[in-house]
Structure formats: structure tokens, C-alpha cells
């Protein structure tokens, strides 16, 4: 899962990890990250019943992308397919 995060925002573990100690919320951690990743756009498809690509609020599209990306993990996907690598 850390790998994930690290992939989308930017953070590195110690960075991260301090998020978590703080419980940064959504929109913080989200203001904060160093980068979101360049292969963000290629995060696609439909998640807690909304296609991820067409939500507009910039902060739930974020959180979605993550959702997306968590979702794929557990259903077993291989992480080269969900690092869109």
C-alpha cells in the first residue's frame, strides 16, 4: 500500500509515515504531497459507483484515484498494472 501512496503523491516513508502519526486529513495530505504523478490521467474506471476520470471536485478525484489504485491491490491486480508502469 505504501508503494501506492509513494506513487501517486510523491511522499517518501518517513514523510508518510508522519502524515499518518499526525492524521493529516484528505485535503492536507493531498495540498501537501510533493507531486502527484505524471500517469494520474491513466488511472480510469469506476469506483464506489463513479467513474474516477469524470469526477470534478479536484480533492474527492484524488481521493478516488487512490481508492481506484487500493481497490486493484486487493483484488490482486500485479503492481507494474496498478503503477500504470
Known amino acids: 500500500m505504501d508503494e501506492i501512496i509513494w506513487w501517486l503523491t510523491g511522499y517518501d516513508g518517513q514523510t508518510l509515515q508522519q502524515h499518518i502519526k499526525n492524521k493529516t486529513d484528505f485535503e492536507s495530505f493531498f495540498a501537501q504531497a510533493p507531486r502527484l ?49
Open 37 to 85: 504523478n505524471t500517469n494520474v490521467s491513466k488511472i480510469t474506471g469506476v469506483i464506489c459507483g463513479y467513474r474516477v476520470e469524470d469526477i470534478e471536485d479536484p480533492l474527492m478525484q484524488k481521493v478516488r484515484y487512490l481508492d481506484k489504485l487500493i481497490d486493484e491491490l486487493a483484488k490482486g491486480k500485479k503492481m507494474d498494472k496498478i503503477l500504470r508502469s
